[in-house]
C-alpha cells in the first residue's frame, strides 16, 4: 500500500480542474467508461501512426528513441496530430444518418463528393451506371464502420483496420452553427476551431493514451528494476521471459518494428481507394490538413510500469507471431481492454490501504473464472462473489486518505465522488468487462467472469512465444502471471480465499472446461491421462 498521491509519467501538473478528481489522479488521465472497446485500439493506434512531437522536436517513429524517453524534459507533454478526413467520414457514414440528424450544409458536400466521382467513372456496359458503382463503393467502405452508430456522422469512426482509417474525434456543434447560422460547407470549414470540437475527448476519451504511456514510462525506468521485477516471476517458470524481453533496449526495438509492421501492403488498393475518396474535394483536404491541431498527450501513473511491462511483452510476441493482419487488429484490440482493467485492478491494489493480502502473482489481485456455457452453480457463485470483491476493492480504493485529501481541491460541482466510481472507477470496470464479453450477463444481476474464445486466444498468443510450448499447467501459472486470472487448481483455490470463500471442491470441474476449450482451437497437445502441453504454432 502506498499512502500518497501517484507520480504522474511525464512529470506534468496535475492540477487541471478534473486531476482531483479520484479516478482518474489514481489510474491516469483517464480510463473512462463511455469509450468503447474499438475507441481504445482507435486512439492508441491514433498516437502510435500520427506525426508526434515532443519539446518542440518531431518523432517520427512508433515511439520516441530510447534516449528521448530516458531524459524526458520535466513539464512538457508528447503531442500528436491524427487526421480528421471528414471527406471519407461524409462519404463513407452520411447516406446511413437519420434525417432529422442532418444538416444542409452536410448534405450538399456530401451531394458534391457523389457528383464529383459519379464524373470521374467512365463505364464501357450499357447495363452499368456510374451512380450504381458509386453507391457500391459507398456500402463497401460503411462496411469498415468501427464504432458511433448512433452519433452525428462525423463522430462516427472506422474500425483501425491501417492507419489510413484513424482519425481524430470531431464533434460537430449544433447549437454554435445554428446560432452563428452557418451557409455553407466551406464556410463551416474555415471557421473549424468554432463549429467542430477536436479536442473534448468525450469520445476518444484519452484511454489509448494513457497505453501508449504506458510504454513509455516502462521504456524510462531503471534497467535494473525490470531485470529484478522480471527475475523475480522466474524463480517457478525460467521460461516465463528472454533476456531480450527484459533488456528494455532490445524490447524497445521490437517494439518499434512490430508497430511499424501494423501498416500493410497487402491493402494497398484499399488505402489508394480511401486515398482518393478524401481528395474527392481537394481544397477541403489541404484545408484541413491546414488547420488540424496537435493533440496533447497527459500522463499515467508512474508506479504503473510493472503492468507496462507485462503489456509491452504481450505486444512483441503478438507482434512475432503469423497471423493474419485483421486477426492481429481483433486480437490487438483485446490486449488493450484487458490491459486497461488490468492497470485498474493492479493500481487499485497498489494503493489500498490495509491491503495485506499477498498472492503468487506479482499484481496481488485475483480475477476468479468461470465456464461460459456449462459453469455449476458453484462456479458461478464463487465468480460472481469475486467478482464484487475486485468491484468492492476499487471503491474503497478511491477514498483513500490522499485521495480524500486532493479531492477537497476540486471546484467541481456535483458529488466528485458519483462521478469517479461512474465513470472511472468500478463501473467502469464492470461495463467495460461487459462489452468485450468477460463479465456477463451484460444486463441484469449475477455478473461473473467467464473466458472467451478470443480471451483465451490472445493468452495463448501473448504468454507462449510463437513456435513454442509448455506444459499445461505452467500455463495456468502464466495466466495467474500476467493478469490474475484463475481457471484451476492451486490458483483457483487461492483466488477463492482471497474472495473471502471457504474452500470447496465444487468450483473445480471434474473434466477441466479449460481443456476442451482448448482442444477446439487447437493448442493443446495430450501426451498421456497425466501430461498435456499447449503450444502456440503461429511462427
Known sequence: MIDQLPKPFPPVATNESDDYNPGIRLFGKRFMKEQTVVEYLAEFLAVVASPKRLAGNEVNTPLPEMDVLKNWPPGVNLEYKPSIKLNLKLFAFMGNTPLDSKVRVHEEQYKKLLEIMVDNIKVDSYSEKAEDIVQHLEEFVSGFHGEGHNRTWCTQNFFPLDKDFITQETIWNFSEAKKEGVNSWKESIDRLNKFYSVSKHRFMARGGEVLFLQICNLMAQDEQDIKKFADGLMDSDSGLFTPEEYNLADLHQALQN??????????????????????????????????????????????????????????????????????????????????????????????????????????????????????????????????????????????????????????????????????????????????????????????????????????????????????????????????????????????????????????????????????????????????????????
Open 258 to 539: 512490430g508497430l511499424t509492421k501494423l501498416d500493410n501492403d497487402y491493402i494497398a488498393p484499399l488505402k489508394q481507394m480511401v486515398d482518393y475518396i478524401e481528395k474527392l474535394d481537394e481544397e477541403t483536404h489541404n484545408m484541413l490538413m491546414d488547420r488540424t491541431a496537435y493533440n496533447n498527450c497527459k500522463w499515467c501513473p508512474q508506479e504503473s510500469w510493472p503492468e507496462g511491462f507485462l503489456f509491452a511483452v504481450e505486444l512483441k510476441r503478438l507482434f512475432e507471431a503469423v497471423l493474419d493482419p485483421l486477426e492481429r487488429i481483433e486480437l490487438l484490440m483485446t490486449g488493450c481492454v484487458l490491459q486497461v482493467l488490468r492497470s485498474v485492478s493492479a493500481q487499485s491494489a497498489r494503493f489500498l490501504e490495509n491491503n495485506n493480502v499477498q498472492l503468487n502473482n506479482p499484481l496481488n489481485y485475483a480475477w476468479l473464472f468461470s465456464p461460459l456455457h456449462s459453469a455449476t452453480r458453484q462456479q458461478r457463485a464463487a465468480s460472481r462473489v469475486n467478482l464484487n470483491t475486485n468491484l468492492g476493492r476499487i471503491q474503497k480504493v478511491l477514498r483513500n486518505n490522499a485521495l480524500v485529501e486532493n479531492a477537497k481541491n476540486s471546484t467541481q460541482k456535483g458529488d466528485i465522488y458519483k462521478e469517479a466510481d461512474n465513470r472511472y472507477g468500478h463501473k467502469l470496470f464492470l461495463a467495460l468487462g461487459k462489452k468485450m464479453g468477460m463479465i456477463v450477463p451484460y444486463t441484469g444481476p449475477n455478473a461473473r467472469f467467464v473466458l472467451t474464445d478470443q480471451m483465451l486466444r490472445y493468452l495463448v498468443m501473448t504468454l507462449i512465444r510463437p513456435g513454442e510450448s509448455c506444459r499445461y499447467d505452467v500455463f495456468l501459472q502464466r495466466v495467474y502471471v500476467h493478469y490474475g486470472i484463475a481457471l484451476e487448481g492451486e490458483q483457483l483455490a487461492e483466488a477463492a480465499e482471497w474472495s473471502g470463500l471457504l474452500q470447496n471442491s465444487n468450483i473445480q470441474a471434474p473434466r477441466s472446461w479449460l481443456t476442451e476449450m482448448l482442444l477446439a482451437g487447437g493448442f493443446l497437445i495430450e501426451l498421456s491421462d497425466d501430461i498435456s502441453i499447449v503450444h502456440n504454432s503461429f511462427k
